[in-house]
């Protein structure tokens, strides 16, 4: 694979960024249909619980022999969203799905559902008095989850009534939040930890790109959008075998992984009906900038096999010729092939694009049927890949194999790396402009934290508040 060092990044071509991660979003998004992000169709920007905003999936770096996958939910959380606050869902399936043999169907299910219960129905207030642990009478509002691990030979359950970290709901009321947040990490099994609750969103960027790309004024870029909201989330870390095809990670060490949400009701009998999927996410900011308004609900209910119907907005993406129309930076010439290796297939020399590399498509596993391998937008990862001792927040783009787009981070730069790759990075000799594209906003201003869930404590201060 050709590997381009990182460079400084010019603020003035932010807009490019965030206008091409568009573009390369507009690239993977289409053949997926399951990555969605803040507020980005119609149906589910009514239903912000059960909004997909980020996944995250990376070789657990201080327990190398296992892999974290990190989903959040619910965007723009407020630190001071009284009275009700953030809980999840009831009545929901929040979904992680594994795909270990390139098929485009589930191998895995991991899911997670949630009962949410009282102490006190006939108070308003979402805790009572000053809580100290999980199991406060003074927690009104308290929730546990059901994990389940489904797969074609049946379903096991993980954890039967695991507790979930409360929204934050100030210091008065939580004087010591984090020892809340850390009672709610649960053991899962043999190394295994699954977590759910509020944290700080990982993820940044400059969102303003929206507001008609700036409004051509550069001098805007910068601004971390995502700056002091909260998000919920659910991480699970387990042994690489767990999700191994045939639970040998050595011969077999890719996967693919996407989140789903699904709402769960009854038939017309009363009894349980299927869940019916209505967000799906995998490699970030496809639904939200690349279909057209009129397929995003759809593209948010389709399960990736059926992802070939968005074909059309792949090989030949609309962003990177805003982009050359606006600011003058040449549109790569169509097929992208390049995107479609990327973001459908994965990277391999067999895969059919012009990127010569084995890092993560389905195809390296040795067992797999290639002759079912199916194209699929999935958040690809190979797990033989060990973390980076020094990582880099461009990822593959910067010469570091542990990072985005194989698999992806907290601390990965996304919009960066999808907006030079929407605009060539990849391709031979692509021009130095590219190099430098960025929105401006290179880290999340938290931090995070370095174990498991590794996902930072939730915002406590306003967002409007200096």
């Known amino acids: 694979m ?3 060092p990182s460079t400084p990044r010019r603020r003035l071509l932010s ?27 119609p149906l589910i920007a009514s239903t912000p619980s059960l909004d997909n905003t980020d996944l995250y999936a990376f070789v657990s770096p201080d327990q190398p022999d296992t892999v974290t996958m990190v989903a959040n939910w619910q965007p723009f959380e407020e630190a001071n969203g009284g009275p009700n606050f953030y809980p999840f869902a009831a009545g929901t399936a929040y979904d992680l799905n ?26 308003f207030l979402y805790n009572t008095g000053q809580v100290t642990s999980l199991t406060d009478p ?15 030979a049946g379903t096991k359950l993980i954890l039967a009534a695991a507790p979930v970290a409360p929204s934050f709901t100030g210091t008065a009321s939580m004087p010591d939040y984090p020892a809340l947040s850390n009672a709610a990490i649960t053991s899962a099994g043999t190394g295994s930890k699954s977590f759910a609750g509020q944290a700080d969103d990982p993820f940044f960027a400059d969102l303003r790109i929206f507001d008609l790309l700036y409004g051509g004024d550069l001098s805007k870029v910068g601004q971390d959008t995502l700056k002091g909201y909260n998000v919920n989330t659910i991480a699970l870390r387990v042994p690489k075998a767990n999700l191994a ?21 009854a038939d017309m009998t009363g009894k349980p009906g299927k869940p019916q999927q209505v967000s799906r996410l ?21 399960p990736p096999e059926k992802d070939a119907q968005f074909g059309k907005y792949v090989l030949n993406p609309g962003v990177p010729k805003l982009i050359d129309a ?30 010569p590399a084995e890092l993560n498509s389905q195809l390296l596993n040795k067992d797999v049927n290639k002759k079912m391998f199916a194209p699929s937008e999935q958040l690809r990862l190979n797990m033989a890949v060990p973390p980076a001792e020094t990582p880099n927040r461009l990822g593959v783009v910067g010469g570091d194999l542990a990072g985005f787009p194989n698999g992806r981070r907290l601390a990965d730069d996304v919009i960066d790396v999808t907006l030079q790759a929407a605009e060539g990075i990849l391709l031979p ?4 402009a590219v190099k430098t594209l960025g929105d401006g906003v290179d880290a999340n201003s938290a931090g995070f934290r370095h174990r498991f869930p590794y996902i930072q404590l939730p915002n406590q201060v306003s967002v409007n508040q200096p």
């Open 138 to 152: 003074d927690l009104n509002l308290r929730q546990t989850y059901r994990l389940e691990r489904i797969t074609p």
């Open 15 to 41: 807009v490019a960024a965030l206008g091409a991660s568009a573009a390369l979003v507009a690239t993977l998004a289409p053949l997926q249909g399951h990555a969605s992000s803040h507020r980005e169709a």
């Open 245 to 265: 095809f045939k639970g040998d990670a050595m011969r077999n060490p890719v996967v693919g992984i996407w989140s789903t949400t699904s709402r769960i009701g």
């Open 98 to 123: 594994i795909d270990n043999n390139g098929d485009a169907k589930p191998d895995i299910t991991y899911r997670w559902t949630f009962t949410t219960t009282y102490q006190d129905s006939g108070m």
């Open 2 to 4: 050709r590997i381009v």
């Open 429 to 432: 000799n692509p021009p130095d």
């Open 326 to 355: 606006i600011y003058h930076i040449p549109a790569p010439k169509t097929p992208r092939t390049d995107l479609a290796e990327v973001f459908l297939t994965g990277v391999c020399k067999e895969c059919g694009g012009p990127v």
């Open 282 to 302: 995998g490699m970030p900011l496809v639904n939200e900038v690349v279909l057209p308004v009129n397929r995003k609900n759809l593209f948010n209910a389709s």
